[in-house]
């Protein structure tokens, strides 16, 4: 419950594909994934110009401070750390514009606009990583359009896991500033593949394809990209069923929850939901009392703008999900209760 990979797992079809291929891993893959990369485009209606693989998004963001030659950075959190990282890494200057808790986590458009005019590049994460939360995708449309000097980099990491996750996708939005980020790890449950792609103007994917390394996409994850691709029927059903399931067991998730004093869920449009224990209480001890009992979640107080109160709970089963919200409620009592000593 601390990794926010599809409940599912993956395909079981891709499953025994990738079984079956295994003999692959004795030859080189294509260079530079070039059929990978003209599958991608197929799926989604791209120009391959527009479309670079690499060895999941994580490749990509390490390289966008160079290949941007980024100087000022802006990123929206709290998110994700390797955006930060990733500036630390090329020496490039960063500074967070952080979503308040009072704000229920919701971005104030206008004050983020404002800070927009300092810096070379943004950073954004949608569904945002921890919170959940999805940005309008017409608003952001707007602010790239307004300020076509700046750079900026969209994280669609989690959003097939958003109902109706197309509809709020920049991936098709052509315009000369705006990079995006796709990555196969999370939905498909492939995170030890290593397999991402980033959209952009061909311009910009040239300088991401100036910095790439050979071989980045490895045999069987070119092998599941193109099986993923050409799969549409097979693709779009697997997403569907977990979409559904995820509704299911976030509902029941936050019904089972609602009746914790002091406790709260935060709306999430993806497979996992951040929550802010009640006030006394530290994520760290919640933590480690779900580990006694074998549920591993995530202790949020290393994430800038969130505090020692905050833990996060990837959905997996029902019963896994279950047992989290009975343990939760249940440590809220001996928590806040407990006698002083
Ligand atoms: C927001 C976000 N982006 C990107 C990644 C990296 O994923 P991958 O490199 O497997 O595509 C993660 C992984 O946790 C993430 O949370």
Redesign the pocket.
């Known amino acids: 419950m601390s990794s926010?990979v599809n409940p599912a797992g993956t395909l079981p079809q891709l499953k025994t594909l990738l079984t079956e291929k295994l003999a692959v891993i004795e030859a080189l893959p294509e260079v530079d994934a070039a059929a990978c990369v003209d599958a991608f485009g197929q799926a989604y209606g791209l120009e391959p110009a527009t479309v670079v693989a690499g060895n999941?998004?994580?490749q990509l963001?390490y390289t966008a401070p160079l290949a941007l030659g980024l100087k000022r950075v802006l990123i929206l959190g709290p998110t994700?750390a390797?955006y930060a990282d990733a500036c630390r890494m090329h020496g490039v200057a960063y500074q967070h514009f952080l979503m308040k808790p009072e704000a229920d986590f919701e971005l104030d458009w206008a004050g983020f606009e404002q800070a927009l005019p300092n810096v070379d590049g943004v950073f954004i994460?949608n569904p945002n990583?921890p919170t959940g939360g999805l940005l309008d995708s017409e608003a952001l449309r707007g602010l790239c359009r307004r300020h076509c000097a700046i750079h900026f980099f969209v994280?669609e990491?989690?959003l097939p896991f958003a109902p109706d996750g197309e509809a709020h996708s920049l991936i098709n939005f052509s315009e000369s500033n705006l990079i995006v980020?796709n990555?196969m790890?999370?939905i498909f449950g492939l995170?030890g593949l290593?397999i991402?792609f980033l959209v952009a103007a061909a311009k910009l994917a040239a300088r991401f394809r100036h910095y790439a390394q050979p071989w980045s996409l490895n045999a069987l994850a070119q092998i599941a990209v193109k099986w993923l691709m050409t799969h549409a029927e097979e693709r779009e059903a697997f997403i569907r069923q977990t979409r559904q399931t995820l509704a299911a067991e976030k509902e029941d998730l936050f019904a089972n929850l609602a009746a914790v004093p002091g406790l709260r869920l935060y709306p999430s449009a993806t497979s996992f939901v951040l929550t802010r224990l009640p006030a006394g209480v530290k994520a760290a001890d919640i933590y480690r009392q779900l580990l006694s009992v074998r549920l591993l979640t995530r202790d949020c107080s290393n994430f800038i703008g969130l505090d020692e109160r905050y833990l996060r709970i990837s959905l997996k089963g029902p019963e896994a999900n279950r047992r989290v919200a009975h343990v939760l409620s249940q440590m809220r009592g001996s928590q806040i209760h407990a006698p002083a000593t």
Do not use: V
């Open positions: 926010n999941g998004t994580t963001i994700y390797d994460c990583n994280d990491s989690y980020l990555s790890s999370k995170p290593r991402g």
